[in-house]
C-alpha cells in the first residue's frame, strides 16, 4: 500500500473518532498519537493510534463517511463488546482467507447487528478477530443452515492487516 498522505489528528478529530468508537463498538481507546494515513491505491483512510493501524473508515454507498470503525488489528487490542459476529474452529481457515462468512459457521451473532452495519468476525475458542466484514442480515438472523451473511472488506494478511505505520 503506497501512502499518499500522512498527518496528526486534531484534538476534536480524535474527541469524535474515540466517541463514536465507545458508542458504537463499546470500545475505550486511549492513546498520545493519532494519524490519518491515505493511500494511492486504495479508498480506506486509516487511523494509526500509537502507530498501530488500529481504525479505518471503509466507503460505501450506505454509509456515513465519517463514521471509523475497528480494523483486525484494532479490534484484537481493543476487543469490541457489541457488532461481533462469532465462527466455530472450521470457518477460522477461510474468513482468515478472506472468504465471506456462511450461517453454517457461526456460533453466534450480537442480535443488535443491523443488515448493513460493519462487524468483527472473531473465532469462538479466543475471541481473536480474524476479519471485519458487512453484515448482510440482521444479527438475529445469521445462525442457521444455509447462506452468505457477511461479505468481508478486511482480513487477518491482507495489505491493510499487514501494513504498519
Known amino acids: 500500500m503506497n501512502?499518499?498522505?500522512r498527518h496528526h489528528l486534531r484534538s476534536d478529530a480524535v474527541d469524535e473518532i474515540e466517541t463514536a468508537l465507545a458508542d458504537h463498538?463499546?470500545?475505550?481507546?486511549a492513546a498520545d498519537t493519532y494519524?490519518?494515513?491515505t493511500f494511492e491505491d486504495s479508498d480506506w483512510?486509516?487511523?494509526l493510534v500509537d502507530g498501530e493501524p488500529a481504525v479505518f473508515y471503509v466507503p460505501d454507498?450506505?454509509?456515513?463517511p465519517d463514521a471509523p470503525f475497528l480494523t483486525v488489528r484494532g479490534a484484537n487490542d481493543h476487543p469490541p463488546a457489541t457488532n461481533v459476529v462469532t465462527v466455530d474452529a472450521g470457518a477460522i481457515e477461510f474468513?482468515?482467507?478472506g472468504a465471506d462468512v456462511m450461517r453454517p459457521g457461526i456460533t453466534e451473532a450480537d442480535e443488535s447487528i443491523?443488515?448493513?452495519?460493519?462487524?468483527?468476525?472473531?473465532?469462538?475458542?479466543?475471541g481473536k478477530a480474524l476479519a471485519v466484514g458487512r453484515a448482510r442480515v440482521d444479527g438475529a438472523e445469521?445462525?442457521?443452515?444455509?447462506?452468505k451473511v457477511v461479505d468481508t472488506v478486511h482480513h487477518v494478511g491482507d495489505d491493510l492487516y499487514e501494513f504498519s505505520g
Open 45 to 47: 483512510e486509516v487511523v
Open 35 to 37: 494519524e490519518k494515513v
Open 25 to 29: 463498538l463499546g470500545v475505550e481507546i
Open 95 to 97: 474468513v482468515s482467507n
Open 61 to 64: 454507498e450506505g454509509d456515513d
Open 114 to 126: 443491523e443488515a448493513g452495519d460493519l462487524v468483527v468476525i472473531a473465532e469462538e475458542v479466543h
Open 3 to 5: 501512502v499518499k498522505s
Open 142 to 147: 445469521m445462525v442457521g443452515k444455509e447462506g
